[in-house]
């Protein structure tokens, strides 16, 4: 159990205060070292906790209580899932890079930039979780100042988020960065956020900077891809592993994990223990009506294009070729101990794992994974312009985006009669895009919720699981449990009080 004490005790306070400590930009370095290593502390198991198991693109699978209530939305506000101290232990150590701003004379403003990017980043990430909540500007030196009400939602993303992140990019003039806030990752978390607020223009105009800045492009192979988020080193199983690749030029901000430190969250969100969470079969079944693996499916679908793989046949007599029908992002994130070549793999529908990132599993420790979580990644950002388009009343325009991922991706190009006559239809249809493509980096609940679909879409499921359905009121999560015994100002959610 964590007291307002603990919370206060892992803040980077000390006798020195902030004014007095932080004198040039050697020292600002190495306080935003400090917040990128509380980002990744925040961050391991959150990210994909929130963004993923909540919706349709994994079903529970065994009797692990804590997962199956994120996968049912049957939220527990006692899980420690929903503890925010690690993200407000980020959130001081930057508002003391940002104190000490006017300290001295000649602070960098790229480091200055970056931590009003980060505090942007995760007060934008807790609002669109709990709505309302706490807010602090400055550094926390006691027990009553870390004790602060709720703020409402609109004021966070008016008064804090937003405003954080235009002072990102006006700060910032490094280009791109990997592993830390850069110009292109700022307007990439701008189009998100504008998106999430329906300004629909903004986010336009935020994504075609980006695509300006000619930082980054789509990667155009199976292979470049997959390497954007392959990490498996060499077994038994899996003798050609690589190791950790993780790298291409669509990769625009990923938070970035290593042995000597913190442990990421992908090993145990996905590849180790027991199969607590496996690809929905929802989810593989619309992978194969949008991409059939059957030569008539598929022939009938897409008369004019091959398949990028083929596979051998070896019989008693012969070998020969044969293609290999199907999406190969498919068999890249449901194919244990294989690879793209071998096709789907032997595991059912609603029985294998997902392996985007890690191929196999033995020997796999998953509290010492040093896989990258990709926050940013610029064909989220192409299928993101695509929704700005559509909601701007630009359909054509769309469906031309859409078709440039596929082209990307060696795959058949979507016709209008795929794409749909009404608008309904083709937000739909552009969401099985972004849930295809972006699978298993926590983009598709927040596309659930962002378009109103989080109801629709989950209610047939969970009936078909026999748990009852959540409401529009539980959308929101839960505050936890201790946090509203820490602090006696804050209110819990509707919904779960």
């Known amino acids: 159990m964590y007291s307002c004490d603990d919370f206060v005790d892992e803040l980077p306070i000390s006798e020195i205060s902030p004014e007095q400590f932080y004198k040039d930009n050697a020292q600002l370095e190495a306080a935003l070292i400090g917040a990128y290593d509380g980002v990744q502390v925040a961050y391991s198991d959150f990210y994909i906790n929130t963004g993923e198991f909540r919706s349709d693109d994994f079903q529970p699978n065994g009797a692990n209580a804590s997962r199956n209530s994120l996968h049912n939305s049957t939220l527990d506000p006692g899980e420690g899932y929903l503890r925010w ?72 993303m008016s008064n804090l988020v937003i405003p954080d992140m235009l002072k990102a990019e006006e700060y910032l003039s490094t280009v791109q960065s990997n592993y830390r806030f850069s110009k292109s990752s700022v307007l990439a978390h701008q189009a998100e956020v504008y998106m999430w607020e329906k300004q629909e223009q903004l986010a336009k105009e935020a994504i075609e900077k980006l695509i300006t800045l000619g930082s980054h492009s789509l990667v155009q192979t199976p292979e470049d891809w997959q390497n954007l988020f392959l990490n498996q080193p060499a077994t038994d199983q899996f003798p050609d592993g690589p190791g950790k690749v993780q790298m291409g030029p669509e990769l625009i901000f990923s938070i970035q994990y290593n042995f000597e430190e913190t442990s990421s969250g992908v090993a145990r969100a996905y590849n180790a223990g027991a199969a607590v969470t496996t690809i929905s079969e929802e989810t593989e079944l ?45 068999f890249a994130c449901r194919n244990e101990n294989a690879t793209m070549e071998d096709g789907l793999g032997s595991a059912a529908f609603g029985e294998a794992r997902c392996t985007k990132f890690i191929k196999n599993r033995v020997g796999l420790d998953p509290n010492d994974d040093n896989t990258d979580i990709p926050v940013f990644r610029f064909a989220d950002m192409i299928l993101l312009l695509a929704e700005a388009e559509l909601k701007l009343g630009n359909p054509n325009v769309c469906l031309d985006l859409i078709n440039q991922v596929r082209t990307a991706r060696q795959l058949p190009l979507a016709s209008q009669t795929d794409f749909g006559n009404s608008f309904e239809a083709q937000l739909d249809f552009l969401l099985i895009e972004r849930k295809l493509e972006l ?13 109103d679909k989080a109801v629709e879409v989950m209610t047939p499921i969970l009936n078909n699981r026999e748990v009852i359905p959540f409401g529009e009121d539980r959308i929101v999560w839960p505050i936890f449990r201790e946090h509203l015994l820490e602090n006696e100002l804050l209110n819990q959610n509707p919904g779960w009080d």
Do not use: C
Not at 89 to 108: C, K, L, Q, S, T
Not at 302 to 310: A, E, L, M
């Open 85 to 156: 101290r690690n993200h407000y232990v980020v959130i001081d150590r930057v508002n003391r890079i940002i104190e000490a701003e006017n300290n001295f004379v000649g602070a960098d403003p790229n480091l200055i930039g970056q931590a009003y990017a980060i505090r942007s980043k995760v007060y934008f990430d807790l609002a669109r979780m709990f709505n309302d909540v706490p807010v602090f500007t400055k550094p926390i030196n006691t027990v009553s100042e870390a004790k602060q009400p709720q703020t409402p939602y609109a004021e966070v």
């Open 439 to 451: 699978f298993g980096e926590a983009k598709r609940w927040w596309d659930l919720v962002r378009n």
């Open 286 to 330: 619309e992978w194969i009506r949008r991409f059939p693996i059957d030569s008539l499916g598929w022939a009938t679908k897409y008369p004019n294009t091959d398949p990028v793989f083929s596979q051998v046949v070896e019989e008693v007599d012969t070998t020969y070729t044969v293609p290999l029908y199907g999406d190969w992002r498919h």
